[in-house]
């Protein structure tokens, strides 16, 4: 399974500079700062710098091939390093691609691919831990999941026999790219919302962006998707064509339904219901999920819809979701001298702030105050969202809610206008850092969210210290 330089020239219409075309490519990377001896580097132009220009930074620290474009290698380079392999292509984003589709191909094994408005890292992260239990799985690193994240998650095949990818987009267009890259042999999409709205224009057209994750599926692949969610619900009711769907739901009759749930503030507990036919018949199954919130019964529901597709047995897929472990920064409750923070500073939208709301509205405690941030692309239907945020805050009872950012003013406005008597509306990090240490006290339940951007990551490190202090 093996990727040599003769087969990107081929593949990528590539011109070996300098080294021997029958060199084994295997790990790749875009980052001379971690780049490892024998590594593939691969120069990618981003916005801020160009890594093409880093190749010889790359070659010293032992990379033994470069992938680079526009660049004129001197003659001095090709001498020193002509033990090396360059090789030159007219876009290095496009040749990763293009290896990533070709080691794809190299591979006869099982690929999930998950998509979704909110929820797919989560939700990646939850399949791959059931599906590990039966197979050595690689699956996206954190929430790399872009036209540059899928293909160089691809790159990393090794000895896998199953491989978990996340896709994201933020226009028409790129997930139909890495589908067709990837080629799934299953393809899950967690929910329709608002993210991206702003590029998008409509939920319709969100809905059609996430179903090109067909366009790449195999021709006997499955797609399985949340009944819950209203857009998709709507759309399954509609298919007569020969692609097979399985549904996943707690509201709507499904594949897969959730019954008898209990929440917790850290784990949840629930019966799944397996839809009878003729061929198949399961008896509900016990089901304890170690992390709380509704949003998480939903993951558990889509692993175990995978892990069945894929011959697991009921005790292992069992097993995978009690051994599953949140990404960092996402809904991580870390209780300490009797406060209680809930992290899930890394991204947000409509869909999770909404989740993220009512898991903090079943939990113990004293005080339940939210800080939420900016949601960012959202466009014009900015401030429509923030203002639904608004409504989310009082319907879940928050006592006390800070904003920070222009956007989430809105947020609090609509809360006061619905009679929450304590919100503050902020302009900085440091402003919310100051008004914490004044008003929390033990007892307290504290959600942190915005978008990455807002860099809310701040105010939990300082909030953890003040309250390893202060308590």
Request: aromatic content about 4%; proline content about 1%; some cysteine.
């Amino acid at each position: 399974m093996d990727v040599r330089v003769k087969d990107i020239i081929k593949i990528c219409n590539g011109t070996l500079i300098c080294g021997n075309e029958e060199t084994i490519c295997e790990n790749f990377s875009k980052d001379t700062r971690t780049i490892q001896k024998n590594d593939t580097y691969v120069g990618i132009k981003g916005e801020r710098f160009d890594g093409n220009c880093f190749y010889e930074d790359a070659l010293e620290k032992g990379a033994k091939v470069c992938i680079l474009q526009n660049m004129e290698i001197l003659d001095e380079v090709k001498k020193k390093y002509e033990d090396r392999c360059i090789i030159l292509v007219e876009d290095t984003i496009k040749a990763i691609q293009q290896i990533a589709s070709y080691k794809r191909d190299l591979y006869n094994i099982p690929v999930v691919a998950v998509t979704g408005s909110a929820g797919k890292t989560s939700t990646k992260d939850m399949i791959a831990s059931v599906v590990g239990t039966s197979y050595n799985v690689l699956k996206t690193a954190g929430n790399l999941n872009n036209h540059i994240g899928v293909p160089m998650t691809i790159l990393g095949l090794k000895k896998h026999n199953a491989l978990v990818v996340e896709m994201g987009m933020n226009n028409l267009g790129e997930i139909s790219v890495l589908s067709k890259i990837a080629k799934p042999n299953i393809a899950v999409i967690t929910n329709v919302g608002t993210a991206h709205i702003g590029n998008l224009g409509s939920r319709e057209n969100i809905l059609k962006a996430k179903l090109e994750i067909v366009e790449g599926l195999k021709e006997d692949g499955i797609l399985i998707i949340n009944n819950d969610n209203d857009l998709l619900h709507e759309w399954q009711k509609d298919q007569k064509g020969n692609l097979k769907i399985e549904t996943y739901g707690i509201e709507n009759d499904s594949n897969l339904t959730a019954l008898n749930i209990q929440l917790e503030d850290n784990s949840s507990n629930f019966y799944v219901h397996f839809k009878q036919n003729e061929n198949n018949r399961m008896d509900d199954e016990n089901i304890l999920v170690p992390v709380g919130g509704l949003h998480f019964i939903y993951n558990a529901l889509c692993a175990i819809a995978v892990g069945k597709i894929l011959g697991i047995s009921m005790e292992k897929i069992k097993i995978g979701i009690a051994n599953f472990e949140l990404s960092k920064n996402r809904m991580e409750i870390e209780k300490t001298n009797g406060v209680t923070i809930v992290n899930d500073c890394y991204n947000a939208n409509f869909d999770s702030m909404k989740a993220a709301l009512e898991s903090v509205s079943k939990m113990e405690g004293k005080r339940r105050i939210a800080i939420l941030g900016d949601m960012l692309e959202l466009g014009e239907f900015s401030k429509e969202l923030h203002n639904k945020v608004g409504l989310e805050v009082v319907k879940n009872n928050i006592d006390i809610l800070v904003t920070v950012g222009k956007e989430a003013e809105n947020i609090a406005n609509i809360a006061c206008e619905k009679g929450m008597n304590e919100t503050y509306t902020l302009k900085s990090n440091e402003e919310a850092i100051n008004l914490m240490r004044s008003i929390v006290k033990n007892g307290d339940i504290i959600l942190i969210k915005a978008s990455n951007g807002m860099k809310f990551i701040e105010i939990v490190n300082s909030l953890k210290e003040m309250v390893l202090k202060k308590l």
